[in-house]
C-alpha cells in the first residue's frame, strides 16, 4: 500500500444530526461537499473510514437500534468501507482507528462531518497528536449554536470559527472541500506520470 495513501474520515454524519430539534447550525453545504470528497475517494479507490456515535443513553437518538443512529442515506458505507462505532467523541478511544490505519500504513486522514467542536475537534487533536498528517475540512464540517461559559449564546459559525482556529497549524492543517480534491488530483496524476527515461 503506497506511502502517500490518504483515508478520509467521516464523523457521526448520521439521520439524528437532522433533527429539527438541534440548535441552528451553520455551513448549510456541508452535506454536499462531504459526498463530493466522498465520490472523490472512492473513485480513487482510497480507504474511506464512516464513524458512528452509538449512545449510552435509551433516551439518545443515537442510541443503538434507534431511527436517528442510522447512517444518513448519501452516507452509508459501502462493502468493504471501514466502520468504526464509538459512545465518546474521539473516534480514536473506541474501536481500534488507530490500529487499524497503522496496520494498512496510513499515516495520512482528511476528517469531515459533524460536529465541528465536539466528535470533529477531538478526533482531530487525537490524530495530530498521534503523529497522522491530519487536515480538517472547514466547508465539509459545521456545528450547532451554543452558550460559552460566560452564558453568552454563540452562533454556530463562531462556534464553528472558534473550534478550527482551536485545531489549525497545532493539530491539522485546516483546508477547503476544493483544496482537498485539487490535491487529491494532483497526486493521482503524479502517480501516473511515466518517468523520462523510460520513454523510448
Known amino acids: 500500500m503506497p506511502e502517500q495513501q490518504t483515508a478520509l474520515i467521516i464523523v457521526d454524519m448520521q439521520?439524528?444530526?437532522?433533527?429539527?430539534?438541534?440548535?441552528?447550525?451553520?455551513?448549510?453545504?456541508?452535506?454536499?461537499?462531504?459526498?463530493?470528497?466522498?465520490?472523490?475517494?472512492?473513485?480513487?479507490?482510497?480507504?474511506?473510514?464512516?464513524?458512528?456515535?452509538?449512545?449510552?443513553?435509551?433516551?439518545?437518538?443515537?442510541?443503538?437500534?434507534?431511527?436517528?443512529?442510522?447512517?444518513?442515506?448519501?452516507?452509508?458505507p459501502l462493502p468493504g468501507e471501514h466502520v468504526v462505532e464509538k459512545n465518546v467523541p474521539d473516534a480514536f478511544i473506541q474501536g481500534g482507528l488507530e490500529r487499524w490505519l497503522h496496520v494498512r500504513d496510513i499515516r495520512n486522514v482528511v476528517i469531515v462531518g459533524v460536529s465541528t467542536n465536539h466528535s470533529v475537534e477531538s478526533t482531530a487533536r487525537t490524530a495530530g497528536n498521534l503523529g497522522f498528517a491530519t487536515t480538517v475540512v472547514a466547508d465539509?464540517?459545521?456545528?450547532?449554536?451554543?452558550r460559552d461559559y460566560a452564558g453568552t449564546e454563540r452562533s454556530a459559525e463562531d462556534v464553528h470559527l472558534m473550534s478550527l482556529a482551536n485545531i489549525a497549524g497545532e493539530y491539522a492543517a485546516v483546508r477547503s472541500a476544493a483544496e482537498v480534491v485539487s490535491g487529491l488530483s494532483n497526486q493521482a496524476a503524479s502517480d501516473n506520470e511515466i518517468p523520462h527515461n523510460h520513454y523510448p
Open 140 to 146: 465539509a464540517t459545521f456545528a450547532f449554536a451554543q
Open 15 to 76: 439521520i439524528g444530526m437532522q433533527s429539527p430539534a438541534l440548535p441552528a447550525r451553520n455551513n448549510p453545504g456541508a452535506e454536499h461537499r462531504i459526498a463530493m470528497l466522498l465520490a472523490a475517494w472512492r473513485d480513487a479507490h482510497l480507504p474511506v473510514i464512516h464513524v458512528r456515535h452509538m449512545s449510552r443513553s435509551p433516551r439518545s437518538v443515537f442510541f443503538p437500534g434507534q431511527a436517528g443512529a442510522a447512517f444518513q442515506e448519501p452516507f452509508q
